[in-house]
Nanobody, 122 residues
Framework: QVQLVESGGGLVQAGGSLRLSCAASGRTFSTYPMGWFRQAPGKEREFVAAINWSGSRTYYADSVKGRFTISRDNANHTVSLQMNSLKPDDTATYYC???????????????WGQGTQVTVPS
């Protein structure tokens, strides 16, 4: 069992930066690949980034590649998403999730946080 709590969302102007954090409970956290997803109003949830258990492999959606960086600290049971050069299209609720495999498909993620809102005004 893994419980996830996101933080760090907020309102930021276009071109600015935010760092999202996801705190995980559960002794098995370090064995789970982790992902970030987002969902904007009226849109389906979409993949943002994923990282394997050790942090040696990462994947990004094309829309965020070069701007966002996912990382993890297994000792402190956290996974982060550094978001730079934010755009209005990045406005969404961001969720972290834990999966048994490194994947971009949300249906394969077993545990989810409650989400944190990121707003980038146009």
């Amino acid at each position: 069992q893994v419980q996830l709590v996101e933080s760090g969302g907020g309102l930021v102007q276009a071109g600015g930066s935010l760092r999202l954090s996801c705190a995980a409970s559960g002794r098995t956290f370090s064995t789970y690949p982790m992902g970030w997803f987002r969902q904007a109003p009226g849109k389906e949830r979409e993949f943002v980034a994923a990282i394997n258990w050790s942090g040696s492999r990462t994947y990004y959606a094309d829309s965020v590649k070069g701007r966002f960086t996912i990382s993890r600290d297994n000792a402190n049971h956290t996974v982060s998403l550094q978001m730079n050069s934010l755009k209005p299209d990045d406005t969404a609720t961001y969720y972290c999730a834990a999966s048994r495999s490194l994947t971009t498909r949300d249906r394969e993620y077993r545990y989810w946080g409650q989400g944190t809102q990121v707003t980038v005004p146009s």
